[in-house]
């Protein structure tokens, strides 16, 4: 079966620190790929999708991920974390001919101020 | 969420107990699904509607679970004799139909059964 793997579970950074998450799925077909965040107490969030073309997708507020074919990867970057990115970051899938997501387990992201 | 409304968004349950989340996109869109968040893990996929065509129930831990979208907009999940491994979020989400699209997610119901 499909799955999402994110192997960072929990992860504190001190502000203007670098990130990156990763996130590996088990697909060998073509996918559309998703990372979603959830701040405290409010709804899941798109940041940024990759359907096709550049890997390199840049989304909101400064993150950008890279999608690896070869490593079945997906990381998440951003270069400065502020005290405002503290939340769960959840890294997904949906695989060709389907419509329905697979996530991973998350990333709680704290960032000391 | 952006676009979908859910209710309520806690609800105590003794077990045994029947319970009926409500989905409400605010504007419509063909695709409705809904999701099953354990504590610590990222959601899972229960059920998918194409308007009212409830197409993938695959995701439906049990057949106490049950989900309806009759005039393809408002949806209800009904859990039946609740137990507490029901505990979890409940998210409902919405889409454009088609490959290459997102979905939006309401803030969801937390149930907790006792």
């Known amino acids: 079966a499909q799955s999402v793997s994110q192997h960072n579970h929990h992860v504190i950074l001190s502000e203007a620190a670098s990130l990156e998450l990763g996130c590996n799925y088990s697909y060998g077909g073509t996918v559309n790929l998703f990372w979603y965040v959830q701040y405290p107490g409010q709804h899941l969030q798109l940041l940024l999708k990759y359907f096709s073309g550049d890997p390199l997708v840049k989304g909101i507020k400064g993150f950008e991920a890279e999608f690896i074919k070869s490593k079945f990867s997906f990381n998440l970057r951003k270069p400065s974390v502020q005290w405002s990115d503290t939340a769960e970051y959840f890294c997904?899938?949906?695989?060709?001919?389907?419509?329905?997501?697979?996530f991973g387990t998350g990333t709680r992201l704290k960032v000391l101020a | 969420g952006a676009g979908v409304s859910q209710s309520p968004r806690y609800k105590v349950a003794k077990r045994g107990q029947d319970v009926a989340l409500r989905c409400d996109p605010i504007?419509?869109?063909?695709?409705l699904f809904w999701y099953q968040q354990a504590l610590g893990q990222g959601p899972e996929f229960l059920t998918y509607f194409q308007n009212e065509a409830q197409l993938d129930k695959s995701g439906l831990p049990s057949d106490r679970f049950f989900a309806e979208r009759p005039e393809g907009s408002v949806s209800t999940l009904k859990i039946q004799r609740t137990q507490q491994e029901d505990s979890a979020v409940y998210l409902c989400?919405?889409?454009?139909?088609?490959?290459?699209?997102?979905?939006?997610f309401g803030q969801g119901t937390r149930l907790t059964v006792v």
């Open positions: 504007s419509g869109h063909v695709s």
């Open positions: 989400a919405i889409g454009d139909h088609g490959q290459n699209t997102e979905a939006f």
């Open positions: 997904a899938v949906i695989t060709s001919g389907t419509y329905k997501y697979i």
